[in-house]
């Protein structure tokens, strides 16, 4: 057994902690906006990176675009949870592992606080905390067969921390849905439970949440949203895609080996307020 002082100077190169190399990562939703800016971190970090999305073309164009070589992209409907857990099974068994699953995919609506139904809850969660809750599982359960550390992410949002400003949506088609905050709220705690439970095993389970990220099409739609929500900011500006790629690799890789339970806002500020 290593003493105390040997453990302390065991210590690594940064590099060689953000690296991924002979990794398997799995990263549902990949296509959309934020996923393929995950994926394309995870892959130049060295990760064979399974992409998913509910296109099976889309998955396979994304996944030959990656550095690297051997990466997948799969068809996943993640609302079908009966499916997930043979999904990560037939994953290991094609790649012979899994290390780390990034749980980005989400399918809600997006009606007005006085339109909003029981089903749009449903919906929401079935898609955003049910499905991550067995993909985590399922992940978790082949690191414990295997007696392998690895790392879950799952993809939560500033709107589970902070309600969001009403007045910022005012005149536009674009709503700020309660069903989502409650979701994200929800997803964010999970995390944290998940965390307690699985920790024994060197499974670490984290969330990472966006702040203000929208899509090009958000503001071609609706001009002069992106300034609104911009005053919000503290640093002045909307964010870039890119501008997640760090966090991820961070939380995936053993750069954050001593990192559990936590959610890790990127948000530019927006949540001190």
């Not at 130049?44 to 099976?56: C, K, Q």
């Amino acid at each position: 057994m290593t003493t105390y002082t040997e453990r302390q100077s065991q210590e690594r190169d940064v590099r060689d902690l953000l690296s991924l190399k002979g990794q398997v990562a799995i990263i549902t939703g990949a296509a959309g906006w934020l996923g393929a800016a995950m994926s394309r971190a995870l892959a130049e970090a060295g990760a064979t990176v399974v992409v998913t999305s509910r296109s099976e073309a889309r998955a396979a164009e994304l996944a030959e675009s990656l550095p690297g070589s051997g990466h997948l992209g799969l068809a996943l409907a993640q609302d079908d949870t009966d499916g997930l857990d043979d999904f990560v099974a037939g994953v290991a068994r094609r790649l012979g592992r899994v290390d780390a699953l990034v749980n980005n995919a989400y399918g809600g609506t997006g009606p007005s606080i006085d339109q909003t139904t029981a089903a749009d809850f449903d919906r929401s969660y079935h898609t955003g905390v049910t499905a991550y809750f067995i993909l985590a599982r399922a992940v978790a359960n082949h690191l414990r067969e295997r007696g392998a550390p690895g790392s879950i992410i799952n993809i939560a949002s500033m709107y589970g921390v902070v309600a969001s400003y009403p007045n910022a949506y005012v005149g536009y088609n674009i709503n700020s849905p309660a069903h989502y905050h409650a979701l994200k709220g929800g997803l964010v705690h999970l995390t944290r439970h998940l965390a307690a439970y699985w920790a024994a095993y060197n499974i670490r389970v984290n969330a990472l949440s966006p702040g203000p990220f929208p899509p090009s099409r958000v503001n071609d739609a609706n001009p002069g949203f992106i300034e609104r929500l911009e005053e919000k900011v503290p640093l002045g500006r909307v964010g870039r895609p890119s501008e997640l790629k760090g966090a991820v690799v961070f939380l995936a890789s053993d750069a954050s080996s001593y990192v559990t339970g936590q959610n890790l806002l990127v948000d530019g500020g927006w949540t001190i307020w």
